[in-house]
Every structure is written in C-alpha cells, then in structure tokens.
C-alpha cells in the first residue's frame, strides 16, 4: 500500500521498473490520493491510472479538463459517471466511453448519433455486436 503522496510521486519518478510500476498497481487509498492532488496537481493523471484508485476520486476528476479522458477510460465507473461522461463536450472523451468494455448499452445506444463520423463507426460496432451476441445467446 502505497502511504503516502511524496512515497506515490518517488514511484512514480522512478527509474527502477518495480517502483515506477508500483505507482500505478499497489492500493492507493483515498486519504493520499486527495493529499496528492492537492499537493502534487501535475499527478493526478497518475492517480487516475493507478489500478486501485477510489471511486470517489474518479467522480471529483470526472470534471476535471486534465484528466477527464483518463477518467472515461476506467472500467470500474459507475452508470452515473459513464452517463455523465458519454455528453461531455470533448469528443475524445465520448470516444473513451465508447470504446469502454463496460460501457452499459443502453448509455452506448444514448451516444448515437454523435456529431463525430468515428464515434459513431464505434458506436455502430459495438451496439451490432452486443445484439449478435444477445441473439446467439437467445438461439440457443
């Protein structure tokens, strides 16, 4: 567990590959997180990559115009927060909601149209796939 933000920001400056991975794959808990963002704003893009970061902090992020893309690229969001970010105004953003696995597909079928010709390709093939599988599991 990671305990504190200056032992989260030397792991993440390391140059040693177990360190610098550490940053982003051992527990990060809320307290730090909130300490690091506070204090270390340049990383809170790595708080959002961390594996094990807090929902609460991907919900303070998800406004935040420097790490919204990070944000809407996590699985664990809630339907909430994937509903919130599938609007946003930054089509790179509802592009990562797009392509996110756990996007729910109801919220996909929401997107579409979307004013951009590749957001919409994606979300043409991932709503096509969602119905074949859902016919392949009613067919058998």
């Given at each position: 567990m990671i305990e504190s933000a200056e032992e989260f920001v030397r792991l993440r400056e390391s140059e040693i590959e177990e360190e610098y991975e550490r940053a982003a794959t051992d527990e990060?808990?809320?307290?730090?997180c909130l300490d690091i963002i506070a204090r270390f704003p340049h990383k809170k893009q790595w708080v959002v990559i961390n594996?094990?970061?807090?929902?609460?902090?991907l919900e303070l992020l998800a406004d935040d115009e420097?790490?919204?893309?990070?944000?809407?690229?996590?699985r664990k969001l809630t339907r909430d927060l994937f509903l919130k970010l599938s609007k946003d105004p930054d089509a790179t953003v509802r592009e990562r909601i797009a392509c996110n696995a756990?996007?729910?597909?109801d919220?996909?079928?929401?997107?579409y149209p979307d004013e951009w010709d590749y957001i919409n390709e994606t979300l043409?093939?991932?709503?096509?796939?969602?119905?074949?599988?859902?016919?392949?599991l009613i067919g058998r």
């Open positions: 990060l808990p809320l307290n730090v594996k094990t970061v807090p929902i609460e902090i420097d790490v919204r893309f990070e944000v809407a690229t996590k756990k996007t729910p597909i919220i996909l079928r929401g997107m043409e093939e991932r709503i096509k796939a969602y119905e074949e599988k859902k016919n392949n």
